[in-house]
C-alpha cells in the first residue's frame, strides 16, 4: 500500500479526491471562481514581473 509523505494511505487521499473534485469544480464554474481565477492569475504574473 502506497502512502504519502504524511503517512496517509493512497486510497485515502483518492476517496477525499473523488469528494471534494465536485465541488471545487462547480467553484471553478460559478461566476465568483472564474472572478477569483482571474484574480489569481493576475496576482501571479505581477509576481513574475518583479
Do not use: V
Not at 465541488?23 to 493576475?42: D, N, P, T, V
Amino acid at each position: 500500500m502506497r502512502k504519502t509523505y504524511l503517512n496517509i494511505p493512497q486510497h485515502e487521499m483518492d476517496a477525499l479526491a473523488r469528494c471534494l473534485f465536485p465541488h471545487i469544480q462547480a467553484f471553478y464554474e460559478s461566476e465568483e471562481g472564474k472572478l477569483a481565477f482571474e484574480a489569481w492569475k493576475r496576482e501571479q504574473e505581477a509576481r513574475a514581473e518583479r
